[in-house]
């Protein structure tokens, strides 16, 4: 082999290997880049159609199918509009648990669930009257610019009546979004987690839930 032979071999692997190494970088580098992406998660979301009482995990991207409705994949939260009746997924919510609860025997009903302002006014007052001040009103019910019933984001199961179905909500609830608040309020439920999500602890009573500067 002549020198400038064997130069074309020396400098045309070289050539091979270099392409070689930078295919192989490149390579490994868009793997990296899809395993970052590959595990997309989506969180499963629960319809329930009111048809049929049925209730079936979708993923967020296919959705809820009409006449499915959303259970929502977020706590429900107050807004600033002014609402006139219990918030629909809310009550989408309890319908799939009343369901739920039927199907185990047990019955469920809301007793209570949007109020008016007047109302919520009206029951405020006459707390104040029984329970002697503001501060012990507060404990069983809120004042209407605080009260969750009046932004109908609450509601009061079966109450004053079966007492051993609601427990069945108090378990069972979480999977639905659905979570009892107070200890001293077996009957009383709010949508304040994501369905599935475990319930946040219970407060002693709704004067808690208060902003320390609104107690007195
Ligand atoms: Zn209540």
Not at 17 to 44: G, H, R
Not at 85 to 110: P, S
């Amino acid at each position: 082999m002549d020198k400038q032979t064997s130069d074309f071999y020396f400098w045309g692997a070289g050539y091979l290997l270099l392409v070689c190494a930078i295919l192989t970088l490149t390579t490994s580098k868009t793997a990296d880049v899809q395993i970052q992406i590959a595990p997309k998660i989506v969180k499963p979301l629960l319809c329930f159609n009111i048809e049929v009482s049925e209730l079936r995990t979708s993923d967020t991207e296919s959705g809820c199918i009409a006449p499915e409705e959303s259970l929502g994949t977020a706590p429900i939260t107050y807004s600033e509009i002014s609402p006139t009746k219990l918030d629909r997924t809310f009550e989408v919510r309890f319908l799939a648990a009343q369901a739920a609860a039927k199907a185990v025997g047990f019955n469920i009903q809301i007793t209570s669930g949007f109020r008016s302002q007047q109302l919520q006014e009206q029951l405020f007052n006459n707390a104040v009257k029984k329970y002697g001040s503001e501060n012990e009103a507060s404990k069983w019910v809120l004042p209407k610019e605080v009260s969750n019933h009046p932004r109908g984001l609450a509601i009061d199961v079966n109450y004053p009546g079966d007492r051993t179905a609601v427990r069945w909500l108090e378990e069972n609830g979480a999977t639905f979004g659905i979570c009892r608040i107070y200890e001293n309020e077996w009957w009383h439920f709010e949508p304040v987690i994501a369905p599935g999500e475990p319930c946040p602890p219970m407060m002693a009573n709704a004067l808690e839930s208060l902003p320390p500067a609104k107690t007195k």
